[in-house]
T-cell receptor
Framework: DVKVTQSSRYLVKRTGEKVFLECVQD?????MFWYRQDPGLGLRLIYF???????EKGDIPEGYSVSREKKERFSLILESASTNQTSMYLC????????????FGSGTRLTVV | GIQVEQSPPDLILQEGANSTLRCNFS?????LQWFHQNPWGQLINLFY???GTKQNGRLSATTVATERYSLLYISSSQTTDSGVYFC??????????FGKGTTLSVSS
């Protein structure tokens, strides 16, 4: 019954490493999103995509990039990981311009040391 | 830009009590949704409610779009209701923006 799958639940990386976070959905949703969640700051939007090969910056895109080569897969890339990118990363998908059926993955807790 | 504000920030209840959570949103929001994040971090979509009233078991939600607020009602609360409740909204073709959440603790 799992609909949005994030590749890792926990991840530890070193400062300066290139990090890939993968997200796959099986609901044929057009829209996919990446958020990060930090205590006291809530969920903040990093990037989103409304179609294959399309991307839009969210509120905090600095230090991140994304890739959407296939409809079901949306990858978040940390080009050079830094300690301030230690966080919980959440992927979501939805359908249509009204964002119906917004569904989250279980999250990846990334620690950069 | 889109603004979503929730109150109260924290709520402590005894099992069996009822509660009301409020969400105020800016006039650019037209697809208001409510989510519950359980203690293990999983976010579950509770309601898609741009307007009107919906019910699902002990939970119900009402959105008055003309006055730009939404209410989430929890009746006969149980310990499993604990966690963080988020409302989120966006305009057509934009991502959802989340409020800071209401942290609910239900004790037996």
């Amino acid at each position: 019954d799992v609909k949005v799958t994030q590749s890792s639940r926990y991840l530890v990386k070193r400062t300066g490493e290139k990090v890939f976070l993968e997200c796959v959905q099986d609901m044929d949703h057009e829209n996919m999103f990446w958020y990060r969640q930090d205590p006291g700051l809530g969920l903040r939007l990093i990037y989103f995509s409304y179609d294959v090969k399309m991307k839009e910056k969210g509120d905090i895109p600095e230090g991140y990039s994304v890739s959407r080569e296939k409809k079901e897969r949306f990858s978040l890339i940390l080009e050079s990981a830094s300690t301030n990118q230690t966080s919980m990363y959440l992927c979501a998908s939805s359908r249509g311009i009204s964002n119906y059926g917004y569904t989250f993955g279980s999250g990846t807790r990334l620690t950069v040391v | 830009g889109i603004q979503v504000e929730q109150s109260p920030p924290d709520l402590i209840l005894q099992e069996g009590a009822n509660s009301t959570l409020r969400c105020n949103f800016s006039d650019s929001v037209n697809n208001l949704q409510w989510f519950h994040q359980n203690p293990w971090g999983q976010l579950i979509n509770l309601f898609y409610i741009p307007s009107g009233t919906k019910q699902n078991g002990r939970l119900s939600a009402t959105t008055v779009a003309t006055e730009r607020y939404s209410l989430l009602y929890i009746s006969s609360s149980q310990t499993t209701d604990s966690g963080v409740y988020f409302c989120a909204g966006g305009g057509a073709g934009t991502a959802l923006i989340f409020g800071k959440g209401t942290t609910l603790s239900v004790s037996s």
